[in-house]
Structures are given as structure tokens and as C-alpha cells.
């Protein structure tokens, strides 16, 4: 798989897919809603490439490891290696947003947090990350982007950008004074609130502003 991404000038460029860097509570009322404590930096995870699946297939969740959440979340894809770059000009990386589903299986990670041990099991399975095709980000402000989920047919997550705790350019600064992004990875930047459990046959459908939206169906499948 890689990302077949059309640059401003009209040129496609083919990016393999890398690492999904993902940022935890990102969004204040988010992390109020699993009572944890909202944090003082950025709690950073990363999903391997082989986590990521097309958000437009089936939407496959394990069957048999308790509850499987949704989080919705604007995705940003990476064009340009950032390594320890801070400022503003870390935006110019950006080149495709769209959206990530941040699947989570909230039992395991409940039990690997009591435990203190890394949240992978429960984070960064096969399937864990569908994404959206990714648009141009020139036509964004990053900190007044809208995101939706409804789940069959009822809003279930609504948020803006411009609620996140650590903001976009902060955010690509932090990430890369820890490891480089480099060109195919994508950063998710946090769930809002209204988070919770997928059922096999539910319709999804999540908007990101008046960009993007995608439909999608939930199956489930023995592991
Ligand atoms: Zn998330």
C-alpha cells in the first residue's frame, strides 16, 4: 500500500505508508469523559504501517478482546522530513489532512494501563488505523477545523480543532524533537469527545469540515 497524494502543482507523488504518530487527550472534555487527567505535555503513541487500512473497506474489529472504540480524528500526512524542527514552519510538512479513525480496544488498554505497560496490544493492532484518502491542505486553517462522526445516522463525535490542547505547529514541533517524522507518516491529532463501543453492522459516516467525508460499515471478525 502507499499513498497516491496529487501536490498543488498537479503532480502525484507515491509515498509509502510509515508510522502513525498518535497524540493521547488531546482534547480537554475527551479526557474528562475516561477520567483521566488532563496532561501537562503531549502523551505520544505510534501505530506501525501495518495498522493502517483504507477508512472506505469494511471497518474490521476483533470480536473476542471486549469493546472496540472509535475515535475520530483530523489526520495530517507528512512530505517533508521533520527531525528536532520547531516554529511555525513545520506546517510547510503538511502536505495531505484527512481523517483517522483511532481504533482502540478499551478493556486491554484498561488492563495494560492498571498494569503500567505499553498500550500497543490495545492500540496498534492490524486494522487499528483506517484512514481517509488525504486533501490538499491549503484550503484549511488549522485551528478552526470541524470533525464529525455519526454512527448510524445519530452524531456521535463532534469537535473543532480549534479545542485541542497542544495545537498543530506545537504539536509536529513536539513530535519531532522526539522521533523524525518522515515523508509517508501521519500524525493523528487527537479525539474529541464521544468516544465509545463499535458494533458489527454499524454505518459510519465521518466529515471533516467541508472537505472530506467518508462512509464506512463496522464488521467483526474472530482473531
Ligand atoms: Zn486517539
Known sequence: MSY????????IVDLPVGKVVCVGRNYAEHAKELNNPVPTEPILFIKPASAVVDMRQPIVIPEDQG???IETEMAL??????RRDTGPQVLEAIIGVG?????????????LKDKGHPWEKAKAFDGSCPLSP????SG??????????RRNGA????????????AVAELLSHIAQHFALQPGDVVLTGTPAGVGPLSAGDELLAVLDDQLSVASE?????S
Open 4 to 11: 497516491q497524494h496529487t501536490m498543488k502543482n498537479g503532480e
Open 67 to 69: 469493546s472496540c472504540h
Open 77 to 82: 500526512l507528512i512530505g517533508k522530513e521533520l
Open 99 to 111: 481523517l483517522g479513525f483511532d481504533l482502540t480496544l478499551r478493556d486491554v488498554q484498561n488492563r
Open 134 to 137: 488525504f486533501v490538499s491542505p
Open 140 to 149: 484549511f486553517r488549522w485551528d478552526d477545523v470541524s470533525i464529525e462522526l
Open 155 to 166: 452524531v456521535q463525535q463532534q469537535g473543532n480543532s480549534g479545542d485541542m490542547i497542544t
Open 218 to 222: 463496522v464488521v467483526a471478525r474472530c
